[in-house]
């Protein structure tokens, strides 16, 4: 749902179409705002406590091990090789297909995360 609305939300900003200036300032807002201020801490924060079986006190220490913002960095640059070029192609498509595609790319970055976010 969060997605579909930023998506919703950038086609009323920005307009639908496909130009090379729309697709820019679409996947710019979405990898350089969304992604590292939003996106990549609650990934962070949720890949973590489930990695702790869902118990704060170890999401803690997994935090004491290394730090949120160091996770948040490790992510931020993993979604940015994954996702500049599946958003940039995402908006390039009619708006029915965005969310469609989106939802194939995610597959591939669920599993991606959820071999940074384990620990050793």
């Not at 201020?37 to 869902?54: C, E, I, R, Y």
Request: glycine share 8%; hydrophobic share 55%.
């Amino acid at each position: 749902m969060e997605v579909d609305a930023l998506y919703r939300a950038q086609a009323h900003w920005f307009g639908e179409g496909s130009g090379a200036g729309t697709i820019a300032i679409k996947t710019i807002v979405d990898q350089f705002g969304y992604a590292p201020l939003w996106a990549a801490p609650s990934q962070v924060l949720l890949f973590t406590w489930k990695d702790a079986g869902f118990s704060l006190a170890g999401a803690r220490g997994a935090f004491q091990r290394q730090s949120f913002g160091q996770r948040v960095l490790v992510v931020v640059c993993s979604t940015w090789v994954v996702w500049i070029p599946a958003v940039a192609i995402v908006y390039s498509l009619p708006s029915a297909l965005q969310v469609p595609l989106f939802n194939l790319v995610l597959c591939f970055w669920c599993l991606l995360m959820s071999f940074i976010s384990r620990e050793s």
